[in-house]
């Protein structure tokens, strides 16, 4: 079994609160995406089990990173 990012695969979403002014928080994709202008096109590189998203505030632009857990498939 293939294990793969449920947020990647538009499979999941999560609803996360800014811990700094209670904003609600998107997620804005891996965060190897925003390492270099090709992050995009790169192979994914991340651990077997979880994969890192990068999640922004609409209200005060606070940024933080959450490990998502990978489910089989």
């Known amino acids: 079994m293939e294990k793969v990012c449920p947020l990647c695969n538009k499979m ?3 609803n996360l609160v800014c811990d ?3 904003g609600v928080m998107l997620d804005i994709g891996r965060v190897q995406d925003y390492y ?3 992050g995009p096109q790169d192979p994914i590189n991340d ?3 979880y994969c890192i998203h990068l999640f922004k505030c609409k209200k005060c632009n606070n940024k933080k ?3 998502i857990d990978k489910i089989n498939t």
């Open 36 to 38: 270099d202008p090709y």
């Open 20 to 22: 700094k002014c209670d």
């Open 12 to 14: 999941k979403e999560i």
């Open 47 to 49: 651990a077997d089990d």
């Open 65 to 67: 990173k959450i490990n």
